[in-house]
């Protein structure tokens, strides 16, 4: 008798193990694309080489003025439902650059011209122990790009011409199905 329970329990949860499927995370929309007078600008998640899982954005930048346009980094925030969550990191990032990202310099766009860079969120940066003892000897630096959770995420864009400042914010909403 109790062997027949324990059997079936086994089978049961054979079956439950066997129908659970690997999370898949879909992004909505697709590529966010936001205009203003002066710029367009568009974010678009990127899943992780050979996962299903998102862990940097695509950020293209298009100034459609007649003037140099400035992406001011130090004051353009990752955004994590709608929050503040830190600042953005690019491929290649170094452990110098961390160190002096509150004096990273603004990003100049010329009248007419587009932009494109991979990012990520600094706070979700993961460190490779190999990276850190070989912290000055690699361009890589250890890091690794964390994952994007399922909410709303995205950029709060600060753009400058002349004196004035002007913001937008670019979101995507990530689920898991």
């Not at 590529?31 to 992780?48: G, N, Y």
């Not at 940097?56 to 980094?73: A, H, P, Y």
Request: hydrophobic residues 40%.
């Amino acid at each position: 008798m109790k062997t027949g329970t324990a059997l079936g329990v086994c089978i049961v949860l054979l079956v439950f193990t066997g129908c659970a499927h690997e999370q898949i995370y879909n992004s909505n929309p697709a590529m966010r694309t936001v205009s203003a007078d002066l710029f367009k600008a568009s974010l678009e998640p990127l899943k992780a080489e050979g996962y299903n899982y998102y862990n940097t954005f695509r950020f293209v930048f298009t100034n459609k003025s007649g003037q140099d346009l400035i992406i001011d980094w130090p004051d353009t925030y990752y955004l994590q439902n709608k929050r503040r969550y830190g600042q953005f990191g690019w491929q290649g990032l170094t452990f110098e650059h961390l160190k002096g990202l509150k004096e990273e310099p603004e990003l100049t766009v010329a009248a007419g011209k587009t932009i494109s860079v991979v990012i990520s969120p600094l706070k979700l940066i993961g460190w490779k122990k190999e990276g850190v003892r070989k912290k000055n000897q690699s361009i890589e630096a250890g890091f690794t790009n964390g994952i994007i959770p399922a909410g709303q995420n995205g950029m709060s864009l600060a753009v400058r011409q002349g004196g004035k400042l002007l913001r937008k914010d670019i979101l995507v909403t990530i689920t898991l199905d």
